[in-house]
């Protein structure tokens, strides 16, 4: 195979055995030089990789060696050669965060999945939803609140009851983690340029921590969410398992 490949695994055992297989089979290119990135492991592992080597705009084809594997490839190992050159590409666009903390520090981050926030103790979070500088919510008083792109939208948002959003739709999930009052706000569509601010209500009584995908800061005082367009990533599937035929697929599981 002319593609220039450079693996990379997770710290499981199945992960490493693939990688030196792999890597005897194909060799190992520098990462620099390489035509596609190949993330051996989870949606978790793949997700690192997305956020360390996205700067370089090579293309992932993951393989799924770990316990979770929707935004990867099944494990086809031996046929590498025969399904990259057939895979299909999909551009995900991240999410940024900009953290204002307790201790007066700012700080940014990206995230390809979501955005989330969620209580630090037993108190409920008391948050002030905004909405491109207009005030939507006075208060909600849940354990959490999420923002989640596409890609991520069949992940934990799928899992706190939010909707599925297909890939090529401009669209952000605003969903409640178990969400106390308003009892009924089942959440919001939003188009994808909109800028979310969620302001933490009496944080040092009901402190809030907020993840991007597994970047992590506590005692927020705010977050503000926007779409990061100078940051994206190419992943590659097998064209019978298409992430767009995934996330439809999905929304008729029963």
Not at 98 to 126: C, M
Request: charged residues 25%; contains cysteine.
């Amino acid at each position: 195979m002319d593609t220039k490949l450079h693996f990379l695994a997770s710290d499981t055992d199945e992960a490493q055995d693939a990688l030196k297989g792999l890597c005897d089979h194909y060799g190992q290119h520098e990462i620099e030089a390489c035509d596609i990135i190949v993330p051996l492991g989870g949606d978790g592992f793949l997700l690192e990789c997305l956020h360390q080597y996205h700067h370089l705009n090579k293309a992932f084809y993951g393989v799924n060696k770990g316990s979770e594997g929707f935004l990867l490839n099944q494990s086809i190992s031996a046929r590498l050669s025969e399904r990259i050159p057939k895979s299909h590409a999909i551009k995900l666009h991240a999410l940024n965060m900009t953290v204002k903390t307790a201790d007066g520090q700012t700080h940014d981050s990206i995230a390809f999945n979501e955005i989330a926030l969620f209580r630090q103790t037993r108190q409920t979070a008391h948050i002030e939803i905004v909405i491109d500088d207009k005030k939507r919510l006075d208060m909600l008083v849940a354990d959490g609140v999420m923002v989640a792109t596409p890609a991520g939208s069949t992940a934990y948002n799928l899992s706190a009851h939010g909707p599925i959003i297909p890939l090529n739709a401009p669209l952000l999930a605003l969903t409640p983690i178990s969400p106390y009052r308003p009892r009924r706000w089942k959440g919001a569509l939003l188009p994808q340029e909109s800028t979310i601010t969620f302001n933490v209500l009496d944080p040092k009584k009901r402190p809030v921590n907020v993840s991007g995908d597994f970047t992590e800061f506590r005692d927020v005082i705010s977050v503000e969410v926007r779409k990061k367009n100078s940051v994206s990533a190419t992943l590659l599937f097998d064209p019978d398992e298409a992430l767009e035929e995934r996330i439809m697929r999905e929304q008729f599981t029963v």
